[in-house]
């Protein structure tokens, strides 16, 4: 430290972390305190992130000095949890960012919100899983906490459905840190794990099951594998009607972007057609956007599969139960 002319502006830097540093960290390294509240005045070099927080640079903060902000407005023994969490827990399938970060803090400190934090206090402050140096809530509890905050329940099933897939976190687990944090924001999370654990692997799958319950058709087989004559697999149907030989396949652009997408797409659409299965696709906005047109084709569809004889195409329910065979045909082929 330059002795009389206080901290330099590396030795500042070295001392923050992303550039972000308490005002209290500046006035121990020799910064005025008059000096580091001018400096974060409109046109000033500095800027306040939070109470008592301090960017050493003008223009936007990155999501990851803002994280450490957050951590810093906190105090010991915060974490992250939410949505922000979810993602550096590898779930992907969480809403676009918003500028706002989810908090964790023990019940018997005293943080307020900020513009950009919101805080939770909590008698149940978990064991932070730290991914590259910021304290994270487990997946358990970070999916949870932001479950509680979304509204939509399509939101809410892409988050959940995500991490079930992915392995990290189980259906049970997560209803039962449901069930330990109270009933504030739980009713529709509670509604979305009941349908994850009959499993559902997205919004649009939700959507397609509403669909099909006002339709007035048998349910079908939900994400069967569909076998031709030889036993070779034509595809995972993500709903099955095999007294007709019929699939319902629901797309998203999401899904299908690229051109080697398509055209997998459509050499499935060609293996369902030559061996005789009815295959109708629906896009996924479709599901909400036009339900009347949806149900009415689906329907259709139904009957023009009922009217032809049956194919010789076997297929497998995904929850183990065994399919039914038609007039005697059971190839073999793959479980």
Not at 1 to 17: D, F, H, I, K
Not at 129 to 156: F, Q, W
Not at 160 to 172: E, F, L, P
Request: aromatic letters at 6%.
């Amino acid at each position: 430290m330059r002795r009389g002319r206080g901290p330099s502006r590396a030795e500042l830097w070295a001392a923050a972390r992303e550039g972000v540093i308490s005002a209290r960290s500046l006035v121990a390294l020799g910064v005025p305190e008059s000096t580091v509240y001018d400096r974060c005045r409109d046109g000033g070099p500095w800027q306040r992130l939070a109470p008592g927080i301090v960017l050493l640079s003008t223009g936007r903060p990155s999501v990851h000095q803002l994280v450490v902000a957050a951590l810093l407005h906190g105090g010991p023994d915060a974490m992250l949890t939410g949505l922000e969490a979810c993602r550096r827990h590898d779930i992907h399938r969480t809403p676009p960012r918003d500028g706002t970060l989810q908090l964790l803090v023990p019940h018997t400190r005293q943080v307020r919100h900020t513009w950009f934090v919101r805080v939770d206090r909590t008698r149940r402050l978990p064991i932070p899983v730290h991914h590259r140096g910021v304290p994270l809530a487990p997946p358990v509890r970070a999916v949870i906490d932001a479950a509680r905050c979304l509204r939509s329940e399509a939101t809410i099933a892409e988050l959940v459905s995500d991490a079930v897939q992915r392995g990290t976190c189980t259906v049970a687990e997560l209803s039962a840190e449901l069930d330990s944090g109270g009933q504030h924001g739980s009713a529709t999370p509670r509604r979305v794990l009941r349908a994850v654990g009959a499993g559902i692997r997205s919004a649009a799958e939700l959507d397609a099951r509403k669909l099909w319950a006002a339709s007035g058709l048998p349910e079908p087989w939900w994400n069967a594998a569909v076998y031709d004559a030889a036993g070779q697999l034509l595809g995972i149907a993500d709903a099955w009607w095999d007294e007709v030989a019929l699939a319902w396949e629901i797309n998203s652009f999401a899904w299908h972007l690229g051109p080697a997408d398509y055209a997998r797409e459509q050499e499935r659409h060609a293996r369902f057609t030559a061996a005789g299965a009815s295959l109708l696709p629906t896009l996924a906005r479709r599901l909400r956007a036009d339900r009347a047109g949806v149900t009415a084709e689906l329907c259709a569809a139904y009957a023009a599969a009922a009217a032809r004889p049956r194919p010789a195409v076997r297929a497998v329910r995904v929850d183990g139960v065994p399919p039914v065979q038609w007039g005697g045909f059971a190839p073999a082929g793959p479980e």
